[in-house]
């Protein structure tokens, strides 16, 4: 079974920074896919950033030019780079890892770390 843990959420003032991260277990599967998303009350999960495997990115348009998503393959971790934050950005930000085998496709989530802007 995955395990998605993750880290790195907390309390920032508007403008600031914060760096999440989420490491992968208990597979030896590759991950296809790794990502971001976040849910803010009374809001649908959303997509914030993914990347492939072979390090193809893509973000939520809201997030460009001051969200950047990296991964480290060997480690089966995913980081995500949150500059210039908004009190927008407020929400429980979750780690998604996608491995798609034998024709199936399985998403793992984490358990969602918390992230506030105060304005």
């Known amino acids: 079974q995955v395990q998605l843990v993750e880290s790195g959420g907390g309390l920032v003032q508007t403008g600031g920074s914060l760096r999440l991260s989420c490491a992968a277990s208990?597979?030896?599967?590759?991950?296809?896919?790794m990502g971001w998303y976040r849910q803010a009350p009374g809001k649908q999960r959303e997509l914030v950033a993914g990347?492939?495997?072979?390090?193809?990115?893509n973000y939520a348009d809201s997030v460009k030019g001051r969200f950047t998503i990296s991964r480290d393959n060997a480690k089966n971790t995913v980081y995500l780079q949150m500059n210039s934050l908004k009190p927008e950005d407020t929400a429980v930000y979750y780690c998604?890892?996608?491995?798609?085998?034998?024709?199936?496709?399985?998403?793992?989530w984490g358990q969602g770390t918390q992230v506030t802007v105060s304005s």
């Open positions: 208990g597979t030896s599967s590759s991950i296809n896919a």
């Open positions: 990347i492939t495997s072979g390090g193809n990115t």
């Open positions: 998604n890892a996608v491995i798609k085998q034998f024709g199936f496709r399985k998403d793992y």
